[in-house]
Nanobody, 125 residues
Framework: QVQLVESGGGLVQAGGSLRLSCAAS????????MGWFRQAPGKEREFVAA????????TYADPVKGRFTISRDNAKNTANLQMNSLKPEDTAVYYC??????????????????WGQGTQVTVSS
């Protein structure tokens, strides 16, 4: 079992930055990849970014490439999402997630089994 808790959301103006954090507990953190997803009102939950177990490999959704950076600290059992140059269309509830298969770090939402409660990010224009 894996328990995940997000923090760091809030209200920011367009062009601003936010840093989300995800604290993990349960299974050994370095044994599984981590992902970030988001869900805007009236839309399906979508992939944002993912990082491999050791942190050496990362994948990003096209809309966030060059603006968002995913990272992890295995010593602190945390995963982070640094979000820069935020746009109003980035407004959503952001979730961190861990896969059922520890090595997976792709965009397929169905491969992620453990989810946090989500944190709201609102970007004003």
């Amino acid at each position: 079992q894996v328990q995940l808790v997000e923090s760091g959301g809030g209200l920011v103006q367009a062009g601003g930055s936010l840093r989300l954090s995800c604290a993990a507990s349960g299974r050994t953190f370095s044994s599984y990849s981590m992902g970030w997803f988001r869900q805007a009102p009236g839309k399906e939950r979508e992939f944002v970014a993912a990082i491999s177990r050791g942190g050496g490999s990362k994948t990003y959704a096209d809309p966030v490439k060059g603006r968002f950076t995913i990272s992890r600290d295995n010593a602190k059992n945390t995963a982070n999402l640094q979000m820069n140059s935020l746009k109003p269309e980035d407004t959503a509830v952001y979730y961190c997630a861990a896969p059922d298969r520890g090595s997976y770090y792709g965009p397929n939402i169905n491969d992620f089994k453990y989810w946090g409660q989500g944190t709201q990010v609102t970007v004003s224009s």
